[in-house]
């Protein structure tokens, strides 16, 4: 099957009078500052917006859930993180009376793990399943046969990049147009470059003592080792005759003990006045403007990423590891360096090309960066395509 058969879904119109607005329940295993759980809350204000009500399941919250309801969005902490099949099956059961409950017309399962109790849950229930794949195409091929029959059973099956949909609609042929690659999309009016004031800027610089004089590079991503700290260290260290600051900025995902051996690492290549470990910030799109470069040094594949589309919204240069999908989200800019991946020396010699292109070169691709992000990865147009399906799903079963 080629990706030509994947459904490119309409935009989102207000449903007729006749027709009623979704009651969704979206499923993510943690509620945090990851990808999953964004697009999660993405979609259920989008559904609260369109006059639908939306809940969020979630074993574990670590961020606040206070602010969900002010947008009509309803937290629910539920136990859902099993793999043994028959806790899995009392969680379906506890899912599914909670669906029955609440009139919840889908079950959204934002992740392959929650795929099979997701699954089980809208069977009990009578919903209907929409199965989310975050993971790059190499996972696919590591789903479980559980996993796999949930996404072929679900009543849609959505990626974020075309490589992905590809890699799934090898796996499961069956799915036909049940399968949509939807492209991640952003907030564009956070992350516009007349938007983000002087003063946001400054003040992170002075949080982080940032010097006036020096080109300031950034890895904003998580402290986990697949995020690549310890290769762009490495590089780093080979291009020590480039004066620069170095920010590695994000959450801690494991206790902070990833980030104490990036910090005996600093030591070792002795980068201790070039490298500055940031705790994670709010105003993301401050902090990238601060940054003369984002960097993406990625040691495995991933179906987006959020960062990445972030910084060229905002006209920023970016360097990241030459994976697939890196290339989708990249694709059509005129300042983006990809590497091999887990390349030290080629990784330093992409910081050192990309900070050597003139400022006001630089000033004059910005312009072509903002728009080729723009037309490709707005949150609107992805929320609306999301609500397409979802009244789409509902009605044609109402019809039925």
């Avoid at 969704?24 to 500052?33: N, R, T």
């Avoid at 590695?248 to 470990?277: C, F, N, P, W």
């Avoid at 800019?333 to 910081?351: E, F, K, R, Y």
């Amino acid at each position: 099957m080629s990706i030509d058969t994947v459904s490119a879904p309409p935009l989102y119109t207000t449903p007729a009078l006749d027709r009623k607005a979704p009651t969704v329940l979206q499923l993510v295993p943690h509620f945090d500052a990851g990808g999953g759980s964004r697009l999660a809350l993405e979609l259920a204000g989008a559904v609260t917006a369109a006059g639908g009500q939306a809940f969020i399941g979630f074993e574990t919250a670590t961020v606040s859930t206070h602010e969900l309801p002010r947008y009509g969005v309803k937290p629910v902490e539920m136990k859902l993180a099993s793999r043994n099949p028959v806790t899995t099956f009392n969680v379906a059961r506890r899912v599914a009376k909670f669906a029955i409950e609440n009139k919840v017309d889908i079950i959204h399962a934002q992740s392959a793990s929650l795929a099979v109790i997701g699954h089980a849950a809208a069977k009990k229930a009578g919903c209907r399943l929409v199965t989310t794949f975050h993971d790059g195409p190499a996972n696919v091929g590591a789903l479980s046969k559980r996993s796999l029959t949930a996404f072929a059973e679900s009543d849609l099956v959505v990626t974020l990049s075309n490589g992905t949909g590809q890699e799934i609609a090898k796996a499961i042929p069956t799915l036909g147009h049940r399968l949509s690659v939807i492209p991640y999309g952003i907030d564009l009016t956070r992350f516009d470059p007349t938007q983000v004031t002087a003063p946001r800027v400054v003040q992170l610089a002075n949080q982080w003592r940032v010097p006036d004089d020096l080109p300031v590079i950034m890895a904003p991503a998580a402290f986990e080792r697949a995020k690549g700290h310890s290769l762009l260290l490495e590089a780093l260290a080979l291009i020590r005759d480039l004066d620069l600051r170095c920010i590695l900025v994000g959450a801690e995902t494991d206790g902070g003990s990833y980030r104490a051996q990036l910090e005996k690492e600093i030591i070792h290549h002795q980068l201790q006045d070039r490298v500055l470990m940031a705790d994670e910030v709010k105003d993301m799109a401050a902090a990238l403007m601060l940054a003369d470069l984002i960097v993406a040094p990625y040691l495995e594949p991933a179906t987006y990423n959020r960062v990445i589309i972030e910084a060229q919204a905002l006209g920023r240069p970016v360097v990241a590891s030459d994976f697939p999908n890196a290339r989708e989200v990249l694709e059509g800019s005129s300042m983006a360096w990809v590497t091999p991946p887990n390349d030290a020396m080629a990784l330093g010699w992409a910081i050192r090309d990309a900070l050597s292109l003139p400022l006001d070169e630089r000033e004059a691709r910005t312009p072509q960066v903002i728009d080729n992000v723009r037309q490709r990865a707005d949150r609107q147009v992805m929320t609306d395509n999301m609500l397409s399906l979802y009244d789409h799903l509902v009605n044609a079963h109402q019809a039925a």
